[in-house]
């Protein structure tokens, strides 16, 4: 059976998720439209939000084992559009919770923004241009866009957490200490 791990980078106006098939070293990048535009406002966004979330955990699910979530935590110093995107988060931890119940408590994992690029870059401060490159360059993945190379990021964080062998590079190492001891 596949395993699977799932990394999410949530914004505002949508959400970029990749599953990484592990066994076959197959990444799928899915980006989701929640502009209000598409996904209109209020409770109708959210409860669209869920559908939509919902049904995309659902399809991956049957593709094999998960065995690790890993989803981009909130950025702190945001300033622009905060209430929304606790809405989204919020929106995507009932989604996970409802579609995954048994991966809550020790499987699925929230990761800072800086922690993301620190495992592909080795600094927590590259910019969105240069996560593409070292996406690309580390892991020989193209992304469709700055989204979706987190998303590829966090799905690939998420399979090494699910590895008992370490990652070779010593700031991934770091980063999985680091998410490990965010654990409670």
Same mark, same amino acid.
């Given at each position: 059976?596949?395993?699977?791990?799932?990394?999410?980078?949530?914004s505002y106006s949508g959400c970029a998720i990749v599953h990484y098939n592990a066994t076959d070293l197959?990444?799928?990048e899915t980006v989701f439209d929640f502009s209000p535009k598409k996904a209109g406002t209020g409770i109708p966004r959210l409860t669209y939000?869920?559908?939509?979330?919902?049904?995309?955990?659902?399809?991956i699910e049957r593709?094999?084992?998960i065995t690790h979530i890993?989803?981009?935590?909130?950025?702190y110093g945001s300033k622009y559009k905060r209430e929304e995107l606790g809405e989204l988060g919020g929106t995507?931890?009932?989604a996970l919770a409802a579609q995954f119940p048994f991966h809550v408590e020790r499987r699925i994992h929230a990761v800072a923004p800086p922690t993301v690029k620190k495992y592909v870059t080795g600094s927590g401060r590259a910019d969105k241009d240069k996560m593409l490159l070292a996406v690309y360059m580390r892991f020989?993945?193209?992304?469709?866009?700055?989204?979706? *190379? !987190? @998303?590829?990021?966090?799905?690939?964080? *998420? !399979? @090494?957490?699910?590895?008992?062998?370490?990652?070779?590079?010593k700031f991934q190492q770091e980063v999985l200490t680091t998410?490990?001891?965010a654990r409670p």
């Open positions: 059976m596949p395993r699977i791990s799932i990394g999410i980078d949530q197959i990444a799928t939000i869920y559908r939509e979330l919902r049904a995309h955990f659902q399809t593709l094999g084992q890993a989803y981009e935590g909130y950025s995507l931890k009932l020989e993945h193209q992304a469709s866009c700055h989204d979706g *190379a !987190d @998303a590829y990021v966090l799905a690939r964080i *998420a !399979d @090494a957490l699910s590895r008992p062998e370490p990652p070779p590079l998410i490990r001891a």
